[in-house]
């Protein structure tokens, strides 16, 4: 069975530029998450979506990042602008459904000169 | 903010030995998850417990939980090199079904 898949894998960009990671999470799993973070800490969920719909996004900082679940299958976060403390791992992970075991990527690291 | 607060956040012992986590957490839960990250890589999962179970058990991992104490044990028995790694625990609140992290018990096995 193949697991979460994101990419990129690295991101290095400036402040102010925008950026975007994609996530494909198992097959046949409801819940997608994506999580920040920061090097030292434990991640953060940002968001976290049943099947398209969103179902906590209260630690989104909603001015500049957004996820979108079309289908309920593939996911996209994008952060615009970004800024230097943006600078950290970007999770994804994916249940059969809430409260589940998660599965989680490989994460795509992201630097912000 | 983060539900799981994990003790200590570092931990230094030699291969063999047993190594033993806490987490702490502040409101009702369905359910408690154990996983582990080696550097530079992605989360796996160890073991979830329900909030109606007191322990759980899978090859040398131990896991503890006391619902009325809000907290659990994670325990490594026969450490070794390879169990290098931070570990964390995540809570899936009652009352919602947003997963909380802590932020890790760092843990070095020496060989």
């Known amino acids: 069975e193949a697991g979460v898949a994101q990419s990129p894998r690295y991101k290095i960009i400036e402040k102010r530029q925008s950026v975007a990671f994609w996530c494909n999470p198992i097959s046949g799993h409801a819940t997608l998450y994506w999580y920040q973070q920061i090097l030292g800490q434990g991640p953060k969920l940002l968001i976290q979506?049943?099947?398209?719909?969103?179902?906590?996004d209260s630690q989104l900082p909603k001015d500049r990042f957004s996820a979108e679940r079309l289908k309920g299958v593939d996911s996209t976060l994008k952060i615009q602008p970004a800024k230097l403390e943006d600078s950290a791992v970007y999770l994804c992970?994916?249940?059969?459904?809430?409260?589940?075991?998660?599965?989680f990527g490989p994460g795509t690291r992201l630097t912000v000169l | 903010s983060q539900q799981g607060e994990e003790d200590p956040q570092a931990l230094s012992i030699q291969e063999g030995e047993n190594a033993t986590m806490n987490c702490s957490y502040k409101t009702s839960i369905n359910n408690l998850q154990w996983y582990r990250q080696n550097s530079g890589r992605g989360l796996v999962h160890l073991i979830l417990i329900r909030s109606n179970e007191r322990e759980k058990h899978s090859g040398r991992l131990r896991v503890t939980l006391d619902t009325s104490k809000k907290s659990s044990s994670l325990l490594i028995t026969a450490s070794r090199a390879a169990d290098t790694a931070s570990y964390f625990c995540a809570t899936d609140p009652y009352n919602n079904n947003d997963m909380r992290f802590g932020a890790g018990t760092r843990l070095t096995v020496k060989p």
């Open positions: 992970a994916s249940s059969l459904d809430q409260g589940w075991e998660q599965f």
């Open positions: 979506f049943q099947n398209n719909g969103v179902v906590d």
